[in-house]
């Protein structure tokens, strides 16, 4: 059974803008970790936002803020005032217990001017 | 800081040979964790590992091996390729998983 979905394969946004990336999850695990990745054309993946599943508070990193549902096991991705440089795959991964990340499909994000 | 080292970068392999992608960290970090990355189906799990010595299969195994010697190295070996394993491969480490930071990945191609 899938652990991560991403319902959204692409979204537009214009410049400026907020845009919000889906993201739910499957466990039964109590203690877990969320973690959404970015992965422009150039291929590197880059770390965005962490979240604990003992955390109260929602993550935030600047214009990334994670929007977590626990009760409905979502972590939804927050990109507030969408820049050209957010073009790009996200990736929502979640880490059960020790050693390794298991990663959605992804959503590609274009912004518009 | 180096981080994550993955070499070669790009590599063609004939079906049959054999290779060993090689993954090195100066983090010190715990875990370490090998992806393989096909359009359209994101980062799945090859295998893992949190400490020397100690390795797990991920989703994705099959025609992979992988040992941990040391806390640096996690290299990845693939016994006979085949055109199914072409692929872009990242291998990760983290710090007891509250970070995970990834290699520049490497793009295999078989024939």
């Known amino acids: 059974a899938q652990k991560i979905t991403q319902t959204q394969p692409g979204m537009f946004v214009q410049e400026k803008e907020a845009v919000t990336l889906d993201c739910t999850y499957d466990t039964s695990d109590q203690s877990y970790g969320l973690f959404w990745y970015k992965q422009p054309s150039s291929g590197e993946m880059i770390f965005l936002i962490y979240q604990g599943s003992y955390d109260e508070q929602n993550a935030t990193e600047g214009r990334y803020s994670l929007n977590f549902q626990k009760a409905r096991k979502s972590a939804n991705l927050v990109i507030s005032a969408s820049q050209l440089g957010d073009s790009a795959m996200y990736f929502c991964a979640m880490r059960e217990g020790p050693g390794a990340l298991n990663f959605g499909k992804g959503t590609s994000l274009l912004v518009t001017p | 800081n180096a981080g994550v080292t993955q070499t070669p970068k790009f590599q063609v392999l004939k079906t049959g040979q054999s290779m060993t992608l090689q993954c090195a960290q100066d983090?010190?970090?715990?875990?370490m964790s090998w992806y393989r990355q096909d359009p359209g189906m994101g980062l799945r799990l090859i295998h893992y590992?949190?400490?020397?010595?100690?390795?797990d299969q991920g989703e994705v195994p099959n025609g992979y091996n992988v040992s941990r010697s040391t806390t640096e190295d996690f290299p990845l070996r693939l016994l006979s390729a085949a055109p199914s394993q072409t692929s872009v491969y990242f291998c990760?480490?983290?710090?007891?998983?509250?970070?995970?930071?990834f290699g520049s990945g490497t793009r295999l191609t078989v024939v």
């Open positions: 990760a480490s983290s710090y007891k998983g509250f970070g995970y930071t």
């Open positions: 983090m010190n970090h715990e875990y």
């Open positions: 590992s949190v400490g020397a010595g100690i390795t």
